[in-house]
């Protein structure tokens, strides 16, 4: 017996949903259909985020209640239209054809093929060893709470502003916060790394009682909030702004005003609250890519700690 299916019109494609009733949150009730509903709602703002960056996506092929699937290949049978971008992995000597976002309907097309979360490079197609996005992950401990997190996120702004540099925050859709800089695509990944835990570390320094950048878990105490500067090392992704997370709230990777922050809860933040919030404010980091940030400030202050760019 044939599977239900819906078609969906996206711009000038159409995309054949199998299955769009089927229960992917059982917590909210939420099915296939109200998360293409949902990726709909926010089309601007997740085609910014994702355009032309290789995408690994995070695939619930029965929903939340059954696997998980990390997918850097794409899914077979993809359309013509969908276009992808060829990785090389040094480690196991092989490559992978990314999926790399330049429409919305690609998007949708990757929802019907089970993706629940989009997890895109910092860089783009035209160099993928040149990121043109510095992330600053702030990742809570297993004592930390969520006034910790603000608290950070305000010196974090601090230190940005003294630099002269445009940061864009987003909740990361579990505990934490996400700041996206732009930056031009002049310096390799690792160098990017180092000069971000060259932030990272300046970060520490004015908020020692708050803040680590141990990179080992057994070496932090968990009360600390642990600035993640490993997030630009090669081949490591985070959740894209405007991307559902796989957890049974249905809860966003939304993007912030920073004076939102003293007063945002990331559960407030949902696939049922965002599409109302995104109808009302539009794409928060529509213009993330009119503000770039040249990194030579970090890279001195990189030089002076004598911090090295190896990546663990």
């Known amino acids: 017996m044939a599977s239900p299916f819906e078609e969906i019109e996206v711009d000038d494609k159409v995309v054949r949903v199998t ?4 229960i992917y949150f059982p917590e909210t009730g939420a099915t296939k259909r109200d998360l293409v509903e949902y990726y709909l709602s926010v089309g601007d703002g997740i085609v910014n985020a994702l355009r032309d960056r290789p995408t690994m996506l995070h695939r619930f092929p ?3 209640s059954g696997d998980k699937v990390h997918q850097k290949r794409i899914p077979a049978g993809a359309p013509p239209w969908v276009e992808t971008v060829e990785l090389f992995f040094p480690r196991w000597s092989r490559t992978a054809d990314e999926l790399c976002v330049t429409e919305l309907a690609q998007v949708i097309w990757a929802v019907q093929m089970s993706t629940v979360e989009f997890h895109p490079w910092n860089s783009r197609r ?5 990121p043109d ?9 297993p004592l930390s709470d969520w006034a910790q997190v603000r608290r950070v996120a305000g010196v974090v702004h601090e230190v940005l502003d003294e630099l ?11 505990s934490g916060l996400h700041v996206y800089v732009r930056i031009p695509p002049d310096h390799g990944h690792q160098e990017v790394r180092r000069a971000a835990l060259a932030f990272a570390r300046e970060i520490e320094r004015r908020t020692p009682d708050d803040v680590t950048t141990a990179w080992w878990r057994k070496d932090r105490d968990p009360h600390h909030l642990f600035v993640d500067y490993n997030q630009n090392a090669r081949d490591h992704t985070i959740a894209a702004a405007y991307s559902v997370r796989g957890v049974p709230d249905g809860r966003v990777s939304a993007p912030l005003a920073w004076d939102e922050i003293a007063d945002a809860v990331p559960r407030d933040f949902t696939m049922a609250t965002m599409p109302g919030r995104y109808a009302a404010l539009g794409d928060l980091h529509a ?6 940030f040249p990194l030579d400030q970090l ?14």
């Open 19 to 22: 299955n769009p009733d089927r």
């Open 62 to 64: 029965t929903g939340l």
């Open 126 to 130: 035209a160099d993928v060893e040149k």
């Open 133 to 141: 996005e510095w992330r600053i992950d702030l990742d809570p401990g």
């Open 164 to 174: 002269g540099a445009v940061g864009f925050p987003k909740t990361s859709g579990g």
């Open 287 to 292: 213009d993330i890519d009119d503000h770039v």
């Open 299 to 312: 890279i001195e202050w990189a030089d002076r700690d004598g911090l090295t760019s190896k990546v663990r």
